[in-house]
Antibody
Framework: EVQLVESGGGLVQPGESLRLSCAAS????????MSWVRQAPGKGLEWVAN????????YYVDSVRGRFTISRDNAKNSLFLQMNSLRADDTAVYYC?????????????????WGQGTLVTVSS | QSALTQPASVSGSPGQSITISCTGT?????????VSWYQHHPGKAPKLLIY???RRPLGVSNRFSGSKSGNAASLTISGLQSEDEAEYYC??????????FGAGTQVTVL
C-alpha cells in the first residue's frame, strides 16, 4: 500500500524557516517524480514544487522560487521542502504527492497518491 | 501561473448528473491533454479521479468522466450520490514541468 506521511509543520514567525519531510512507503520511491502541493485556509490547491527521480531537476511556482528548496533522499525514501523567509501568505496545509513528470519508465503528469498534509502557520 | 477558472459551487439532486467546468489558456489546458481532476473531502487527502483528460484510475467509479475542448475541460458526475459532496479541483500541466490548479468547486447534493 502506498503511503505518504508528512511532518515538520508548525507555527513560525514571518522571516523564519521550516523544513517539511515526507516519508514514503509501499512503492519504489526512487522511480517517481515527487511534488509538494499546498492549500491556504479557505483557498484552493496550489502546486508548489516538484523534483525528478534522481533530484537533478527541480521546479517551483513563482511565488516560492528563491525561498523554498525541494530535495529528496532516495536511500531513506524521503522528500523534503526547506522553506526560508516565510511569509504570512505561506500559511497552508502542505501535501506531499507522487507524480509530476516523466521518468525513464513512465509519465505521471498528475498526482496519484497524496499524504494527509501538515499545517504550516506563519504569524507573529 | 494563474489559477484555472472553476465555478465556486455546483449542486444537484441524488441521481442527477452535474458538470464542472475548468477554463484555462492556450498555455496550459489548451496545449496539453494533461488535465487531471481531484476530489477533496475536508481533512482528508485529495483523491485522483481523472487523469490525461479522460482516463480513470483503477477503483474510481465510472460515474466520473472527463472531457476537453480547446482551453476548457469538464468533469461530469452522473448518478449523483450523497458521498459525492466534496470540493473538486482540476489541474493542468503548464509547460516547463509546472502545474496549475483550479480554485475548486464545491459540489452540494441537495
Amino acid at each position: 500500500e502506498v503511503q505518504l506521511v508528512e511532518s515538520g509543520g508548525g507555527l513560525v514567525q514571518p522571516g523564519e524557516s521550516l523544513r517539511l519531510s515526507c516519508a514514503a512507503s509501499g512503492f519504489s520511491f526512487s522511480s517517481y517524480w515527487m511534488s509538494w502541493v499546498r492549500q491556504a485556509p479557505g483557498k484552493g490547491l496550489e502546486w508548489v514544487a516538484n523534483i525528478y527521480q534522481d533530484g537533478t531537476e527541480k521546479y517551483y511556482v513563482d511565488s516560492v522560487r528563491g525561498r523554498f528548496t525541494i530535495s529528496r533522499d532516495n536511500a531513506k525514501n524521503s522528500l523534503f521542502l526547506q522553506m526560508n523567509s516565510l511569509r504570512a501568505d505561506d500559511t497552508a496545509v502542505y501535501y506531499c504527492a507522487r507524480g509530476g513528470g516523466c521518468t525513464r519508465t513512465s509519465c505521471l503528469f498528475f498526482f496519484d497518491y497524496w499524504g494527509q498534509g501538515t499545517l504550516v502557520t506563519v504569524s507573529s | 501561473q494563474s489559477a484555472l477558472t472553476q465555478p465556486a459551487s455546483v449542486s444537484g439532486s441524488p441521481g442527477q448528473s452535474i458538470t464542472i467546468s475548468c477554463t484555462g489558456t492556450s498555455s496550459d489546458v489548451g496545449s496539453y491533454n494533461l488535465v487531471s481532476w481531484y476530489q477533496h473531502h475536508p481533512g482528508k487527502a485529495p483523491k485522483l479521479l481523472i487523469y490525461e483528460v479522460t482516463r480513470r484510475p483503477l477503483g474510481v467509479s465510472n460515474r466520473f468522466s472527463g472531457s476537453k475542448s480547446g482551453n476548457a475541460a469538464s468533469l461530469t458526475i452522473s448518478g449523483l450520490q450523497s458521498e459525492d459532496e466534496a470540493e473538486y479541483y482540476c489541474c493542468s500541466y503548464a509547460r516547463s514541468s509546472t502545474f496549475v490548479f483550479g480554485a475548486g468547486t464545491q459540489v452540494t447534493v441537495l
